[in-house]
């Protein structure tokens, strides 16, 4: 796209413009812009003006009707047919509007380009139509045409060539007006509606060209049904007043898909008027069993659990009318979040399983966006203030650098009371969440207490708060970028080198044995590893195992345990089994058990390190691999 061109695009966007901003975005200097910004004006005549208003660049539209010609000369120009998208893109907005078979000789000459770089440009689209169920046929020499039904070229256009076709299609104001008048009436976001705007425009152009929407597949009839119809009846019925034209029943069908399938509003004013249909509910409870099952997480009823149930009605409309929608996340929610996308991955299992959908990418993308949601959410309505008294030898200089050092791996959210010996008291110790010491002098309270050294190494503190937090059930709030729970929840007699010549079943039995006979598991916790490994797989990639279970009543610690199988570098097969039993979810919180599967999901994803780890024979290797190496822990 040429600058002038996207000088234009970028004041119609923002309004407005800064000229050091346009400077940067387009890689030149402020004398360029200005001329280019001349140079548009001459363009743009009495029809429109670029101007100078306090500091930033404005555009004046003073014809509307000869502008929006002007602009489409403008950009259509400015595309490079050097590159294929655009290429394609043509091709198809010929194709679409073509009134007779298209010569791949008078495309090539439009776009300057060889008559073999069209064809390839061709294959690229006919592979891409076909899973529209679309055809570009005929014979190079004697014409192309677009084949398929009307609504699939409609779907077509809009998830891959819209700009290409639709960019600077004039529309009167009164019949834009419409589709702003009518979503205000239904309270439709900003966003939603500028969507709906773009299935409007094809609706016209399509419509007034010839090309109505005269079937649809007999799936559609459930958009009828739809309380949303009723935005789309009332589109259609304007439409034909303001036109004087039939407005076929099909075309209100295809304006209320965009509303049926928009992002989820996020106000529960604007969900009233899109309520949850009746197959949500059960599903939704089928999603949240199936990651109890295969994950051990139970997510607690809540407001977001309320809008995650509009989020599956708008979502599994998308999947079942073939609606595509952009602006989804922009970052790999994937890696971000692993444990909110395993989650992900399961509620796309049971739709797959009850209604016969796929869930596409970008879908399990925004899915993932809602579960880690839900575990921030249930991690802050579980964790109050969490209270540390520091209780030290020397004066307040003293105290204070023992609570910095804390504060490096403490949550932000922690209160600190720094206090002298002649201070601590035990009716005073009682009231605090943690009592940290650097003293030998004995302290009498009931709180959790670690005595420290006044100059600790930050991993020794955090073994010491782990032990605190597994072994004896106490809660201690840490903060992001803490090191590895699975090296502070091990000990030296729960590592095991496992035998590679048996299969994962002899060796997760092997582990149980060992750790049964030394008293560290009871007999019955093998029972619920196996009754879990029923219902789901343990297996979180073919090299890592987690196998976990909920310890029998009256276990009041966490056990986990470490088994590395010893492979050689590209050798297939299971690398390590992470072993761990919780106790009842009346005795912990579930957001602990997220916070070790988080960093095993992490581990499963790091095969380098998975390599190096399979050749490791002692705890203290384990330990100071996972202590100093973070690509498998979560960013601070």
């Known amino acids: 796209m040429n600058r002038r061109a996207e000088i234009l695009l970028q004041l119609e966007r923002h309004l407005s413009a800064d000229p050091e901003a346009l400077q940067d975005r387009l890689g030149v200097g402020a004398k360029t812009i200005t001329n280019d910004v001349h140079e548009l004006n001459s363009v743009l005549g009495k029809v429109a003006q670029v101007r100078l208003d306090q500091g930033r660049y404005r555009l004046w539209v003073i014809d509307r009707d000869r502008y929006a010609q002007l602009r489409a000369e403008l950009v259509d120009d400015s595309a490079s047919f050097n590159d294929p998208g655009t290429r394609c893109g043509h091709i198809i907005a010929r194709l679409a509007r073509a009134t007779g078979p298209v010569l791949v000789d008078d495309l090539a000459r439009e776009m300057s380009v060889g008559r073999s770089t069209v064809l390839n440009d061709l294959g690229t689209l006919r592979e891409r139509g076909a899973a529209y169920g679309l055809a570009i046929v005929g014979r190079p020499n004697q014409g192309l045409e677009w084949h398929g039904d009307e609504l699939s070229k409609r779907l077509y256009i809009l998830d891959h060539h819209y700009s290409a076709v639709y960019s600077g299609y004039p529309i009167d104001e009164p019949l834009l007006g419409l589709v702003d008048r009518i979503a205000a009436e239904y309270q439709i976001s900003i966003l939603a509606a500028q969507e709906i705007t773009r299935w409007y425009t094809v609706m016209l152009d399509r419509m007034l060209t010839g090309h109505p929407l005269s079937t649809l597949p007999d799936d559609y009839e459930a958009v009828r049904r739809d309380s949303a119809y009723a935005f789309g009846a009332q589109l259609a019925a304007q439409v034909s007043e303001a036109l004087q034209l039939p407005v076929g029943d099909n075309e209100a069908v295809f304006m209320t898909l965009p509303v049926i399938g928009m992002h989820t509003p996020h106000d529960q004013r604007r969900l009233k008027r899109f309520p949850t249909s009746a197959?949500?509910?059960?599903?939704?409870?089928?999603?949240?069993?199936?990651?109890?099952?295969?994950?051990?997480?139970e997510i607690p009823a809540s407001t977001m659990l309320t809008n995650f149930a509009h989020h599956l009605t708008f979502m599994i409309n998308r999947l079942r009318f073939g609606i595509h929608i952009g602006d989804g996340p922009t970052t790999d929610l994937r890696s971000a979040y692993p444990v909110a996308y395993q989650m992900a991955t399961i509620t796309a299992q049971v739709i797959d399983r009850e209604l016969r959908l796929e869930v596409a990418d970008d879908e399990k993308q925004l899915l993932t966006g809602y579960f880690q949601v839900f575990i921030e959410e249930h991690r802050t309505l579980t964790t109050p203030a969490y209270r540390v008294a520091v209780v030290t030898h020397g004066g307040g200089v003293s105290a204070r650098l023992v609570q910095l050092e804390l504060a490096k791996v403490m949550a932000d959210t922690t209160q600190y009371t720094l206090l002298s010996l002649d201070e601590a008291a035990e009716d005073v110790l009682d009231h605090f969440d943690l009592v940290i010491t650097t003293t030998t002098q004995p302290l009498r309270t009931s709180a959790?207490?670690?005595?420290?050294?006044?100059?600790?190494?930050?991993?020794?503190?955090?073994?010491?708060?782990?032990?605190?937090?597994?072994?004896?059930?106490?809660?201690?709030?840490?903060?992001?970028?803490?090191?590895?729970?699975?090296?502070?929840?091990?000990?030296?007699?729960?590592?095991?080198?496992?035998?590679?010549?048996?299969?994962?079943?002899?060796?997760?039995?092997?582990?149980?044995?060992?750790?049964?006979?030394?008293?560290?598991?009871?007999?019955?916790?093998?029972?619920?590893?196996?009754?879990?490994?029923?219902?789901?797989?343990?297996?979180?990639?073919?090299?890592?195992?987690?196998?976990?279970?909920?310890?029998?009543?009256?276990?009041?610690?966490?056990?986990?345990?470490?088994?590395?199988?010893?492979?050689?570098?590209?050798?297939?097969?299971?690398r390590l089994v992470v072993l761990l039993g919780v106790p009842d979810k009346n005795d912990y919180d579930d957001t602990l058990l997220v916070d070790i599967y988080d960093e095993v999901i992490r581990l499963a994803a790091n095969r380098a390190g998975l390599d190096r780890i399979s050749r490791f024979t002692s705890y203290e290797q384990f330990f100071f691999y996972m202590t100093n190496n973070p690509a498998h822990l979560k960013e601070s």
């Open 448 to 574: 959790p207490m670690l005595r420290l050294a006044e100059v600790f190494d930050r991993d020794e503190l955090l073994r010491h708060i782990n032990r605190l937090r597994f072994d004896r059930g106490v809660q201690v709030m840490l903060g992001a970028g803490t090191r590895s729970l699975l090296a502070g929840l091990l000990t030296g007699e729960r590592f095991m080198v496992l035998d590679p010549a048996l299969d994962y079943e002899d060796q997760l039995e092997v582990m149980l044995d060992r750790l049964v006979a030394s008293g560290q598991l009871p007999a019955e916790f093998g029972a619920r590893i196996r009754e879990r490994q029923e219902r789901a797989t343990m297996l979180i990639t073919p090299e890592v195992a987690f196998p976990h279970a909920t310890l029998p009543d009256g276990a009041d610690r966490i056990v986990l345990a470490i088994g590395v199988v010893p492979r050689a570098n590209g050798e297939e097969g299971l």
């Open 279 to 297: 197959e949500i509910r059960p599903l939704l409870e089928e999603i949240l069993a199936e990651i109890a099952a295969q994950m051990g997480i």
